[in-house]
C-alpha cells in the first residue's frame, strides 16, 4: 500500500490507494479555506483519474464556498497564468507531472500565479489537521468553464519581445512533438503551428495512456529520436504529461539531454536582454560559463522551481529554471513553462543559422553522475553531519544540503523530501571522474 505524500508542493499518491475521491476533496476544502474562500482556477492533466479527480476537488471548493473556474484539460503553466491572469485566489493544478499513470496529485497555486511560497506552503499543511468548516447550502460556490485558457497562453508566448516571428516562420522548421499522451498535445503543436513549423506529432492524444515512460529523460525518447531521423526534422522537443520540462532531440535523432533545454535558452535570453541568471543548486556549472561570456552572474537556489522563480521575480532575471528540463522566461512568467521554451529554442535556431548539435556543441560539456544512499531514517542527520569533516579542506555551501565546490566538479549532496535516502550529485569534465567522485564519496559517508 503506498503512502499518500503530503509536502510542501501539494499531495501526491497512487489513485485508489493511497490517494481517494476522498482525500482529493478534503484537502481542495482546505485549500479553498486557506485561499480565503474566494475563486479557484483548476485544470487538469489527461489522466485518466482525472475527471474523477477533477469532480471532487470541485466538490471540496464548493463546500466552503469557492467559485470553482475550470479550464479543462491544459499544462501546469496553463493554470498559473490563468490564476496570474484573473482575479482568483488560487488554482489547482491535478497532475502527477512525470510520474507514471496510477499516480495522480494536485499542486496548489498562489493568487500571484506561482506555487505557493514554502513559507505560505507550510501555514497551509499544517491546516490540514484541521476540521473543515463546511458552508451552509445558500453559500455554496458556483462552477464556470474558461475554454480559453490554452489559446491565451500560446498569445503571452507569441509575444516573446525578442522573438522574430517572421524569421521564425520564414525558416518552417519541421519539428516533431512527443506530448507522451498528456496534455502537451493540446498546446504544443497549435503552438508550432503558429510559429510556422511543419509537425509532426507523436502520443499528441490526451488519453493519460502513455505511450512510454513519461520522465522526458533520454532514455525514455528512443520514439521521439527515430521519428526525428526517419523524417528528417530540424528538432525533436518531448514534454513530460503537464509539461513543464522540455527534452530537445537534435537533427541528427540524438537527445541533447534535459539541461541543455535551460543552457540553449539561457544563451539566447541573455544575447537579447542583460541580467543575472538563476538555477538550482543540481543545475550545470555550464551556466557559470554562459553567465561569464555575457558578463551577468549565476545565483543558485534551493532545488525546487518555486525556489528559482521567486529569486528571479527578486531580481528581476531575464532567464532561468531548472536542469530537468525547466525553462523559465519571465515575459511569459515566472514558472517552468516548456512551450515557452520550445519558441525560444526555435527562436535561436532562426536567428543563429546553426543546427541544433552546432548550437549544443557550442556549449562546454560537463558530465553527470547521480547516485542514492539508502539507509535507516534514524541515520539521516548523522550521516550529513559526517560530510564537513570528510571534506574539510574545500568550499562549501549549505543552501539546500550540503554542497561542495571543487576545482572543476561539484558534490551535491541532500537529504530526499519524501523518502529515507540520500541524494548525490556529481559534475565534473568527464563522466569517468564524475562516476569516481560519486562513487568514492558514498563509501567515505557509509564507510
Ligand atoms: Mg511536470
Known amino acids: 500500500m503506498s503512502k499518500l505524500m503530503v509536502s510542501v508542493s501539494g499531495i501526491r499518491g497512487i489513485y485508489g490507494e493511497s490517494l481517494t475521491a476522498e482525500i482529493a476533496m478534503k484537502y481542495a476544502a482546505h485549500f479553498g479555506i486557506f485561499s480565503g474562500r474566494g475563486k479557484i482556477v483548476v485544470g487538469r492533466d489527461s489522466r485518466t483519474t482525472g475527471p474523477a479527480m477533477f469532480n471532487a476537488v470541485t466538490s471540496g ?45 494536485m499542486k496548489f497555486v498562489a493568487e500571484n500565479g506561482m506555487f505557493l511560497f514554502p513559507e505560505n506552503a507550510s501555514a497551509l499543511v499544517s491546516s490540514f489537521d484541521n476540521k473543515v468548516d463546511y ?44 506530448s507522451v499522451n498528456g496534455a502537451g498535445g493540446l498546446i504544443s503543436p497549435q503552438l508550432l503551428k503558429d510559429l510556422g ?80 541568471i538563476v538555477t538550482n543548486l543540481s543545475s550545470s556549472m555550464a551556466s557559470e560559463d554562459i553567465a561569464a561570456y555575457f558578463g551577468v552572474k549565476v545565483h543558485r537556489t534551493k532545488v525546487g522551481e518555486i525556489n528559482v522563480g521567486k529569486k528571479m521575480m527578486e531580481i528581476n532575471s531575464p532567464v532561468g529554471g531548472e536542469g530537468n528540463g525547466g525553462v523559465i522566461c519571465p515575459e511569459v512568467h515566472f514558472t517552468r513553462d516548456a512551450p515557452a521554451g520550445m519558441a525560444v529554442i526555435l527562436g535561436y535556431l532562426a536567428e543563429s543559422g546553426k ?40 568550499k562549501l555551501d549549505t543552501t539546500d544540503g550540503i554542497k561542495i565546490l571543487g576545482d572543476k566538479f561539484w ?27 560519486c562513487k568514492e564519496t558514498i563509501e567515505k559517508l557509509v564507510g
Open 61 to 105: 471548493l464548493m463546500s466552503v464556498g469557492c467559485d470553482v473556474v475550470d479550464i479543462g484539460v491544459v499544462s501546469t503553466p496553463t493554470v498559473l497564468l490563468a490564476v496570474e491572469e484573473s482575479d482568483a485566489m488560487g488554482g489547482i493544478s491535478i497532475t502527477a507531472s512525470h510520474n507514471s499513470a496510477e499516480w495522480n496529485a
Open 135 to 178: 458552508i451552509c447550502w445558500d453559500k455554496i460556490g458556483k462552477l464556470t468553464q474558461d475554454d480559453n485558457a490554452i489559446e491565451r497562453h500560446i498569445n503571452k508566448i507569441m509575444n516573446i519581445s525578442y522573438l522574430n516571428l517572421n524569421e521564425i516562420k520564414a525558416k518552417k522548421f519541421k519539428v516533431v512533438i512527443d
Open 197 to 276: 513549423c511543419e509537425v509532426i506529432e507523436i502520443n499528441s492524444e490526451p488519453t493519460g495512456i502513455f505511450a512510454h515512460t513519461p520522465e522526458p529523460l533520454n532514455k525514455n525518447l528512443k520514439q521521439l529520436e527515430e521519428a526525428v531521423k526517419e523524417h528528417k526534422a530540424d528538432v525533436g522537443f518531448a514534454t513530460d504529461p503537464d509539461v513543464d520540462r522540455l527534452a530537445i532531440v537534435d537533427e541528427n535523432g540524438n537527445c541533447i539531454g534535459e539541461e541543455f533545454s535551460l543552457l540553449l535558452s539561457e544563451k539566447f535570453i541573455l544575447s537579447k536582454v542583460k541580467g543575472d
Open 355 to 394: 543546427t541544433v548539435s552546432e548550437l549544443a556543441d557550442q556549449i562546454p560539456k560537463y558530465y553527470f553522475a547521480k547516485n542514492k544512499i539508502k539507509v535507516d531514517p534514524s541515520l539521516l542527520d548523522a550521516i550529513m553531519q559526517k560530510v564537513p569533516d570528510i571534506f574539510s579542506d574545500y
Open 411 to 437: 558534490i551535491h549532496i541532500r537529504k530526499s523530501g519524501t523518502e529515507p535516502i540520500i541524494r548525490v550529485y556529481v559534475e565534473s569534465e568527464t563522466t569517468e571522474r564524475s562516476e569516481t567522485i
